[in-house]
Structures are given as structure tokens and as C-alpha cells.
């Protein structure tokens, strides 16, 4: 699917690894509760893009389908055991240190309490939303949102 356009985020960076790049498959949770509300973590100290806001989720590990590595790092990163998961939508985002392939998930059921195992914080959001500086891989998301619930433009205050 090389045709499909990307997200190029801090285009005036440049990239790791040159044109030929292999891409990253992440799996990624929406996790959304009955209200309507979402969840949003901060991106881990010492990670790249330490401290903006994304949706929980990481990379696909050899073998694994994206079910599997949501299931796995939502456990491993947040704490929670979630149920049935819905495949949404997919972007690619071209990052200054990955190509990666956001495979978007929706899930409205989980158990467990939000424990935020890699030094992280949450916040459950709506829109705009009010934390910041977010992802530019969340971005779309956002976009998604507000056109899904009639407020085009209000996707984020930063």
C-alpha cells in the first residue's frame, strides 16, 4: 500500500535511515468510555516525543496479529485486560526517527484499573481536547472524532 498518502510530521527533520526505511506496524487503542469520553497517555520519559499526548498502544511483534500486540501492550503499559476489539482506521505517519503504519482500534470494554507502568500519565479527554502538545499521529484521530460527532474544527486547544 505505498500509494496511500502519509502524514509527514516535522517534515523539516531529517529522517532516520534514509528513503529505503522499513515501516512500523503499531496497533493502537481507542479506548472509549459510555459517555463518550477518551483516553489519552503521555508519551513515557525518555522515549522520543517524551511527554506528548497519544492513544496507548506500540509496536507489532513478529508473528503477532494487531488484536495480539493491543492486547499485550495495553496490559503491559496501562494495566488492563480489554475485551473485543474494532478495527477502525489505519494511517501512516512519517516520523523523523520511523516510517509507522497506525492500525486504530476501538474498544468499549476492559477490566482492571488504569495503572500507568511506564512513568506515563492519563487523562480522559473530549472534545477539544485540553491536554498537550499531542502526537501528530493523533491528530487524524481527533479529525475522525469531531467529524463523527459534528465538531468539525475542534479537535485540539495546542
Known amino acids: 500500500m505505498t500509494g496511500r498518502p502519509v502524514l509527514v510530521a516535522?517534515?523539516?527533520r531529517p529522517r532516520e535511515g534514509g528513503a529505503d526505511r522499513a515501516e512500523v506496524a503499531v496497533a493502537?487503542?481507542?479506548l472509549l468510555r459510555p459517555d463518550g469520553a477518551f483516553l489519552l497517555t503521555?508519551?513515557?520519559p525518555g522515549?522520543?516525543?517524551?511527554?506528548?499526548?497519544?492513544?496507548p498502544g506500540g509496536k507489532l511483534e513478529p508473528g503477532e496479529t494487531v488484536e495480539q500486540a493491543l492486547r499485550r501492550e495495553l496490559q503491559e503499559e496501562i494495566g488492563v485486560t480489554i475485551g473485543a476489539v474494532h478495527p477502525w482506521k489505519v494511517e501512516r505517519v512519517d516520523y523523523p526517527h520511523a516510517l509507522v503504519r497506525l492500525h486504530f482500534c476501538k474498544v468499549?470494554?476492559?477490566?482492571?484499573?488504569l495503572?500507568?507502568?511506564e512513568g506515563q500519565s492519563f487523562a480522559w479527554e473530549s472534545l477539544p481536547v485540553q491536554s498537550a502538545p499531542v502526537l501528530p499521529g493523533t491528530v487524524p484521530v481527533l479529525q475522525w472524532f469531531a467529524r463523527e460527532r459534528g465538531f468539525e474544527g475542534l479537535t485540539h486547544t495546542g
Open 42 to 44: 503521555s508519551r513515557p
Open 108 to 113: 468499549y470494554e476492559w477490566t482492571g484499573q
Open 47 to 55: 522515549k522520543v516525543y517524551e511527554g506528548y499526548w497519544e492513544f
Open 28 to 30: 493502537v487503542g481507542v
Open 10 to 12: 516535522d517534515g523539516d
Open 115 to 117: 495503572q500507568m507502568h
